[in-house]
């Protein structure tokens, strides 16, 4: 079983610490450092846990499984800008670590693994893998490859401030981004401009914000 604690930690205590936060640094060393350690202990922890129950359809079975951050993504985007906008930011980061510590932690303490059944054997720290070029190879894609997606999926709902729209739509960009239909990008202009919490229309210039001075 994967101990509570790995999944409960460093998320929880990354939302406390920013919402105490009065400086850039402050958020650099909880939203940064600490999140991103406390994400990469769920996912690493528990990425692996599902294939081991299939004999079959590992692939669909594995699918299912992750495709819950598309709907986390969803629901969290729009939850965290309506709490940001009745409580406070401070607020909006202390119940989403309650939120992370109640649902982590409930995953944690159910997850069974089948190591011993399936003859898994895992080292913590396997440092002759730094001798393999294959190794560094797929660092390489895996670090590029969430960088690119990280710095579009933290960013969308900046850049539709920066371009007019309002708070809300901002979160709703953002929420239809991680949702990732097919037909994402003509869904999320359309529930864009029909958003209710908006009373202005849809900005005129869709340059970036150089271009429209």
């Known amino acids: 079983m994967i101990p509570p604690l790995t999944l409960t930690s460093s998320p929880r205590v990354s939302f406390v610490g920013a919402s105490f936060s ?40 594995n699918s299912v499984a992750t495709s819950g951050s598309g709907f986390g993504g969803l629901t969290y985007s729009l939850a965290t800008n309506a709490m940001i906008s009745n409580l406070g930011l401070a607020w909006a980061f202390r119940i989403l670590a309650i939120i992370a510590f109640v649902v982590n932690g409930a995953c944690s303490l159910i997850v069974r693994d089948r190591n011993k059944a399936v003859g898994a054997v895992h080292i913590p720290f396997h440092k002759d893998l730094f001798k393999k070029s294959e190794f560094w190879l797929f660092l390489g894609w895996g670090f590029f490859s969430i960088l690119s997606y990280v710095i579009v999926v933290f960013s969308i709902t900046d850049y539709a401030l920066s371009v007019g729209f309002s708070a809300s739509q901002g979160s709703l960009a953002a929420a239809m981004f991680n949702r990732k239909p097919p037909h994402g990008p003509l869904l999320l202009l359309f529930l864009i401009l029909i958003d209710p919490a908006h009373e202005s229309s849809v900005p005129r210039t869709w340059a970036t914000p150089d271009r429209a001075r």
């Open 22 to 61: 009065t400086h850039i640094w402050h958020l650099l060393l909880s939203q940064g450092l600490c999140f991103g350690l406390g994400l990469g202990f769920c996912f690493t922890s528990t990425v692996g846990v599902v294939p081991q129950w299939f004999t079959k359809k590992r692939s669909f079975a």
